[in-house]
């Protein structure tokens, strides 16, 4: 993967570039959020790492920014905070994934990897889904309501494209995680309600009486009509 690595710190930056390049990634690294900016919409990337503080523009900005740019970009950010709060802003901005440092070695290499896989195995023919009245491009992460445009996050097209994959029942939290996030233990259930309710409110006629991305009680979630 092509990989774009903005973190201000010098010696973690430059152990990231060693990490990754060692994994056989192609790696450009920026130390600040104007630059990484310029960088991420000027060239083509498979994967940004981001840190969450940065100097001149912090990390919430530049997520917004690449992804007005280059919607389907993964984002993949980095901090030293680790509330909900943060991570909640952090999703709403864009990004598709959160890693809280200090972060294992293991774990970043982990992550990164489930976005390789995906890439690799993105399908060659338009993923297109119709229900109550959105049409959803999940090859091209957008989704299209009463002739309105919006983008869908790589975490989002996951949720959708599972759930539609196994619609004859409902999916767990826990497998949603598993399949989607790529991860199992270290994430709490509540992070898939929150990517879920961000969804809802890109597709859904009426967020609060969801007619696509069910809810099944005690159970998890389910495409389509209860």
Known sequence: MRILV?????????????LLSAADHDVTAVGDGRTAVETGISETFDLVLLDLMLPQMDGIEVCRRLRQSRPSLPILM?????????????????????????????????????????????PAEREILELDGCTMDLGRHHAIRNGDMTHLTAREVGILRWLHRHQNRAVSRSELLERVWGTSGDLQTRTVDMTVAKLRQKIERDP????I??????????WGED
């Open 6 to 18: 903005v973190e201000d710190e010098h010696r973690l930056r430059e152990g990231l570039v060693d």
């Open 78 to 122: 980095l901090t030293a905070r680790g509330s909900e709060d943060e991570k909640v802003a952090g999703f709403a901005a864009g990004a598709d994934d959160y890693v809280t440092k200090p972060f294992g070695v293991r774990e970043l290499l982990a992550r990164i990897e489930v976005f390789a896989r995906r890439a690799s195995s993105a």
């Open 208 to 211: 609060t009486a969801p007619r």
């Open 213 to 222: 991305v069910v809810t099944v009680t005690g159970a998890g979630y389910a």
